[in-house]
């Protein structure tokens, strides 16, 4: 009896906890749940792909199985000019994203459009394929939808690809993103506060559907990212502040991933990094007029992936 009020006090504590964890992740769950997908969020599966964290695919986080994003001015198929448009090709074997496997990610409306219009339920991993973004305006709202152009315009995955204007390794990227620990110091979650204003606007609840995982952030050290590419496109930019962040901002406190150039620069020569280092250090006492030039990567290189994710973050 003499420990009663300790065990009381357990349960009450117990019980406390409980009902904390269920206000705070379960029934928000439902919400998300019951939320339809937004563009973005499609924009983002048919990018990112199936899981950009630790993956029995993909032991080592180096990219592997991820789609390629491409812009295209050209129909693939006919060759005839058209608007600038995103596809997003899954070449073989490639995992889908949890939109494309299961029935209740997109959301009724959007996963209804998909498979009536967009002819999804045609598309399988194995084939693979090229898909889209589209968007349905029915009464003045406006519901978007995937659409699998292999089986609505008979785009296939190699000629869309030599079609493509330009490629984009975004997925692969976020890869890149998530392993180098990116999200330690930046956030991609604008607050509803000031951020709007040197940030852009904060995420929809419906941007995350089908998203493995979120990259939300666990502090903010560093600017927020989210909408980074809409404020600095510049690839010549980024490749200064991801070589030596101390190239553009003289008292950064990122780390340099000059490691993530893999060795050798887009023509095959060798990156000596202590001559680099050498010449950087001759810059910052003054005893050189201009700092060394960052070398050009390869199109395969992790920095390439890593950069083309940043950019792509509009």
């Not at 180096?62 to 058209?82: N, R, S």
């Not at 979120?214 to 980024?238: Q, Y």
């Amino acid at each position: 009896m003499g420990f009663r009020e300790y065990r009381v006090g357990s349960i009450l504590f117990g019980v406390a906890l409980s009902t904390s964890m269920m206000i705070t992740m379960f029934m928000p769950s439902l919400d998300i749940s019951s939320v339809s997908s937004t563009s973005v969020a499609l924009q983002k599966q048919l990018t990112y792909g199936k899981n950009n964290g630790f993956d029995y695919g993909d032991l080592f986080l180096q990219g592997h199985d991820k789609p390629i994003k491409v812009i295209l001015k050209k129909d693939p198929k006919t060759g005839a000019a058209m608007d600038e448009t995103a596809a997003y090709v899954f070449k073989a074997g490639t995992s889908f994203p949890s939109g494309l496997v299961h029935d209740h990610i997109l959301g009724d409306d959007v996963q209804a459009l998909s498979v009536s219009v967009g002819k999804i339920d045609q598309a399988n991993e194995e084939q693979g394929g090229v898909f889209l973004v589209r968007a349905s305006v029915k009464g003045g709202v406006e519901t978007p939808y995937i659409e699998f152009a292999t089986a609505t315009r008979g785009w296939s995955s190699q000629a869309t690809l030599a079609a493509a204007e330009e490629t984009i390794l975004s997925g692969s990227g976020k890869t890149m993103f998530i392993r180098e620990g990116c999200w330690w110091c930046h956030t991609l979650l604008p607050e509803q506060t000031h951020d709007w204003q040197s940030f852009g606007r904060p995420p929809l609840l419906g941007d995350f559907n089908g998203e493995s995982p979120t990259t939300f952030g666990s502090d903010r050290k560093a600017p927020d990212l989210l909408h980074v590419g809409s404020r600095n496109s510049s690839k010549e930019w980024m490749m200064l502040h991801f070589f030596n962040p101390r190239l553009v901002q003289p008292h950064s406190i990122m780390p340099r991933y000059d490691y993530l150039w893999g060795g050798k620069d887009a023509k095959g020569n060798d990156i000596d990094l202590a001559k680099w280092d050498e010449e950087f250090k001759a810059y910052r006492a003054g005893d050189r007029v201009y700092p060394p030039e960052v070398p050009e990567y390869t199109a395969d290189s992790e920095i390439r992936m890593l950069i083309d994710y940043v950019l792509d973050l509009k």
